[in-house]
């Protein structure tokens, strides 16, 4: 995450610079989750504590989430779900999610 961080901070604040009200990259976003290439994850407003998203080649959303507990909260039934058998794309065998 840190690395993400560093190839993403832009001397101005966003990138590209001449887009500052819509940016694909702010310094104030801070990546939580990521994946391997960096190509798309989730990152944190730490001017608002809203969760956004992002991936290489598309509009960043803002604002999905209102802030970390929600996003945790939506994750934690995401799981419920799971477990209950009652998500479209993933269930459990023999104690692993599997996902479809």
């Keep these: 995450m840190e690395k993400l961080y560093a190839n993403r901070f832009m001397p101005g604040?966003?990138?590209?610079p001449g887009r500052p009200d819509d940016p694909f990259w702010r310094n104030?976003?801070?990546p939580f989750v990521s994946d391997q290439d960096g190509w798309t994850g989730k990152f944190i407003d730490v001017r608002d504590e809203r969760i956004g998203r992002w991936f290489v080649g598309e509009?960043?959303?803002t604002g999905e989430c209102a802030s970390l507990a929600d996003y945790f909260d939506s994750v934690a039934e995401m799981l419920m779900r799971i477990a209950d058998g009652n998500h479209p794309v993933c269930g459990v065998?023999?104690?692993r999610l599997v996902w479809s």
């Design 93 to 95: 065998a023999e104690g």
């Design 28 to 30: 104030e976003w801070i």
């Design 59 to 61: 509009t960043t959303i």
């Design 13 to 16: 604040g966003c990138d590209p």
